[in-house]
């Protein structure tokens, strides 16, 4: 499967986006999804991953701000981020697993991701 993500730009403390990531070559039904974020000298990291039957996780720092949905009609996942803080400023990636559910928080068990974009946020 090969992923294309968009919708990070620059948006001012508070502020709000939805990242999209369309999917293509296989279908979205056979994957687990993820969105992690990274920074420069850190760790890709959990924000949130939907299962393939939709259950939903996210890492508490997400919690109450962050919305992960799915539609695998449209081969495509989302997520929504809502109140961003500056610290939420990092390249944003989604990622496609055929791991167990469990494993949904762990970037090692993502085979395919997409190439990132950028989410810039101003205080």
């Known amino acids: 499967v090969q992923l294309q993500a968009c919708g990070g730009g620059l948006v001012q403390a508070g502020g709000s986006l939805r990242l999209s990531c369309a999917a293509s070559g296989e279908t979205l039904r056979n994957f687990q999804m993820g969105w992690f974020r990274q920074t420069p000298g850190k760790e890709r990291e959990f924000i949130a991953g939907?299962?393939?039957?939709?259950?939903?996780y996210y890492a508490d720092s997400a919690k109450g701000r962050t919305t992960i949905s799915r539609d695998n009609a449209k081969a495509a996942a989302y997520l929504q981020m809502n109140n961003l803080k500056s610290e939420d400023t990092a390249i944003y990636y989604c990622g496609a697993s055929r791991a167990v559910l469990s494993a949904i928080r762990r970037a090692d068990a993502y085979a395919y991701w997409g190439q990132g974009t950028l989410v810039t946020v101003s205080s």
């Open positions: 939907i299962g393939r039957s939709g259950g939903i």
